[in-house]
């Protein structure tokens, strides 16, 4: 949930600027590891590097007139450092000069609409379900299912598991606004929030400066309203999320713990 970063050196617009598709940056530094691939750190970061459940980004880097495919992330003392591949190339030529990034839009953009989606099926899971505490959740790599885990005295059936569906749709069709504000600590946005703040009562009391994605903040026009520390990828409103389908919802290995399993149709609304 956090965001200590205060001793990065990259600015992190996946943060910022979460609908950014490619930016221009200075190539700050550049490692070899020992398994041959490069390390780069650049001075502005446009993807993200997973977390918290959502997969990383995928997308290319062009220094000069090469191109650089994006293989994964390394995350050092709150930076995140690029990881590609090249033989032929020595990367450090490149250092202190001008960089291109290039972001895989369509896969960012399904990333946070399924992501975005959770946070509203997890408010609207506690809407419904009595003892409702919220628990992770992991989007698999292709983006095909998110699987939700929460906890609740209940056991879901199909109608409370229908009725979670109908809140969410509806909070879809009010086209709530979604954002991120920050707080000095997990405590301060505890106060602010209330019973809206919804957190793993599970997690250790997080020091340092939150991130909390806030879903419909005036909580006007629906009976939804959602606030979670979280460091992803969101979309601005909910109205950007096409058609949701439940898959699955199974008992999880704790007791009273169940994994909710669903995925966006392909179409676009
Ligand atoms: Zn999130």
């Known amino acids: 949930m956090v965001i200590g970063y205060a001793h990065a050196r990259m600015n ?9 598709q490619s930016a221009e940056t200075k190539l700050l530094q550049v490692q070899r590891k020992a398994d041959g ?13 997973g977390g918290g459940g959502q997969p990383g980004d995928q997308g290319a880097i062009y220094l000069g007139e090469k ?9 050092q003392k709150g930076d995140v450092w690029i990881v590609t591949q090249d033989e032929e190339t020595d990367l450090t030529s490149y250092q202190k000069s001008l960089a291109r990034m290039e972001l895989d839009w369509a896969f960012r953009y399904r990333a ?5 989606l959770q946070h509203a099926l997890g408010a609207a899971t506690r809407l ?3 003892g409702y505490e919220t628990r992770g959740m992991t989007i698999l790599p292709d983006l095909s299912q998110c699987d939700m885990r929460f906890v609740t005295a209940d056991k879901p059936r199909d109608p409370t598991l229908a009725e979670t569906l109908q809140h969410t749709e509806s909070a879809i069709a009010a086209d709530l606004p979604v954002e991120a ?9 505890r106060e602010h929030f209330g019973e809206v703040l919804r957190m ?11 991130r909390v994605v806030v879903i419909n903040p005036e909580g006007a026009g629906s009976s939804l309203q959602d606030a979670s520390p979280c460091g992803g990828t969101h979309l601005r409103n909910l109205s950007e999320i096409p058609a949701v389908e439940l898959l699955d919802c199974q008992p999880a290995e704790e007791p009273g713990e169940w994994v909710l399993s669903f995925t966006l149709s392909r179409g676009s609304r």
């Open 112 to 116: 946070m609409q399924m992501h975005t």
């Open 128 to 130: 419904v379900f009595s």
């Open 67 to 75: 191109r650089f495919e994006v293989q994964g992330f390394e995350k």
């Open 200 to 210: 793993d009562p599970r997690l250790p009391e997080y020091k340092g400066r939150a």
């Open 12 to 20: 992190p617009i996946y943060r910022t600027e979460p609908y950014r």
């Open 37 to 49: 691939n490069w390390l780069l750190l650049f001075a502005d970061m446009l993807f993200y590097p």
């Open 181 to 189: 504000v920050y707080f000095n600590s997990a405590a301060e946005a």
